[in-house]
Nanobody, 127 residues
Framework: QVHLVESGGGLVQAGGSLRLSCAAS????????LGWFRQAPGKDREFVAV????????YYADSVKGRFTISRDNAKITVYLQMNSLKPEDTAVYYC????????????????????WGQGTQVTVSP
């Protein structure tokens, strides 16, 4: 079992920044990837970013490229999401996700590629 806890969400004005954290605990020795999804009101869950734990490969949604940066702390099994130049369209609940096994890179943006999910942290960007 893997337990994920997100933190760092909050309210910020457009153009501001936030840094999200996701701490993993439990049987994290088999973790393949840690990443972020988000879900806005009335919309489907959307892929944001992910990093593979062993190789450090990073993948981003087109909507956040150049603004968001994902990073990892191998010693603490923690993943971060630095969000800059925030827009009202970024308002959503952000969820941390973990995969126990490897998957084809073509499936990196699919939620069913991940095995564990956190409870989410709210990010609200005001105009």
């Amino acid at each position: 079992q893997v337990h994920l806890v997100e933190s760092g969400g909050g309210l910020v004005q457009a153009g501001g920044s936030l840094r999200l954290s996701c701490a993993a605990s439990g049987r994290t020795d088999t973790t393949y990837a840690l990443g972020w999804f988000r879900q806005a009101p009335g919309k489907d869950r959307e892929f944001v970013a992910v990093v593979t734990w062993s190789s450090g490969n990073e993948y981003y949604a087109d909507s956040v490229k150049g603004r968001f940066t994902i990073s990892r702390d191998n010693a603490k099994i923690t993943v971060y999401l630095q969000m800059n130049s925030l827009k009202p369209e970024d308002t959503a609940v952000y969820y941390c996700a973990a995969s126990r096994t490897s998957f084809n890179v073509r499936r990196v943006r699919r939620g069913d590629s991940y095995d564990y999910w956190g409870q989410g942290t709210q990010v609200t960007v005001s105009p």
